[in-house]
Structure formats: C-alpha cells, structure tokens
Nanobody
Framework: QVRLAESGGGSVQAGGSLRLSCDVS????????LAWFRQRPGKEREGVASITNRRRTDYADALKGRFTISGDNTEKTLFLQMNDPKPEDTAIYYCAEDSSTVPICSLISPDFTDWGQGTQVTVST
C-alpha cells in the first residue's frame, strides 16, 4: 500500500516562496496520479494540482501561474512549489494518490483514497 508523508510546511511571508515535499513509498504502479490538496480554515478540502506518470499536470484555476507540481526522477518524491503565496493560501496541505486502476486524475475525483497526514502552511502579511 502506498504511504505518503508531507514535509516542508511552515510560516512564510506573502510574496515569498515555499516548497512542499511528499515522500512516496510502497509504490509499484506504472500508471498513477498524485496530487496536492489543501484545506483552508473554515473551508472544505480542495484540489490544488495533480500530476500523472506521463507528467501531465492540472491545476486549480485560481492557482495557475503561482504553484507548480513536479516529481523527482525516481518518482519517490512529489513537490509543490509555491511562489508569491498569499494569506488566503494558509491551509493544511495534503498529498494524495488516485487509487483507481486507470486514474482519471481529476482534482474533483472521489478516487483519491490514499492521503498523507498533511503539513501546515501559514502565510503572513
């Protein structure tokens, strides 16, 4: 079973940058979809960005241009580069896997069933 562990969260000033990491272990699938989600205070969890084994990426419209999802060549670590963060980006960030046999990899898909524990990001003015 896949195990996901986020790190890299913390406090950052608005306009700065922060990179989140997600260590992926127990993974043997050649076809996969990994994603970042977040839960802001008082809000429902929402999709941030996703990436497939073919490096196809997708982003929430409001975050395009500021956030970048990527994976390392070993496919063991997932990253989220956050540039120009804003106070409204304050949230717990989670990495997740679409566990369906043929992942659709949609950020609104219910097939993200494996989750990390989350990492807190706080953006201050």
């Amino acid at each position: 079973q896949v195990r996901l562990a986020e790190s890299g969260g913390g406090s950052v000033q608005a306009g700065g940058s922060l990179r989140l990491s997600c260590d992926v272990s127990g993974y043997t699938r050649s076809m996969y979809c990994l994603a970042w989600f977040r839960q802001r205070p008082g809000k429902e969890r929402e999709g941030v960005a996703s990436i497939t084994n073919r490096r196809r990426t997708d982003y929430a419209d409001a975050l395009k241009g500021r956030f970048t999802i990527s994976g390392d060549n070993t496919e063991k670590t997932l990253f989220l580069q956050m540039n120009d963060p804003k106070p409204e980006d304050t949230a717990i960030y989670y990495c997740a896997e679409d566990s369906s046999t043929v992942p659709i990899c949609s950020l609104i898909s219910p097939d993200f069933t494996d989750w990390g524990q989350g990492t807190q990001v706080t953006v201050s003015t």
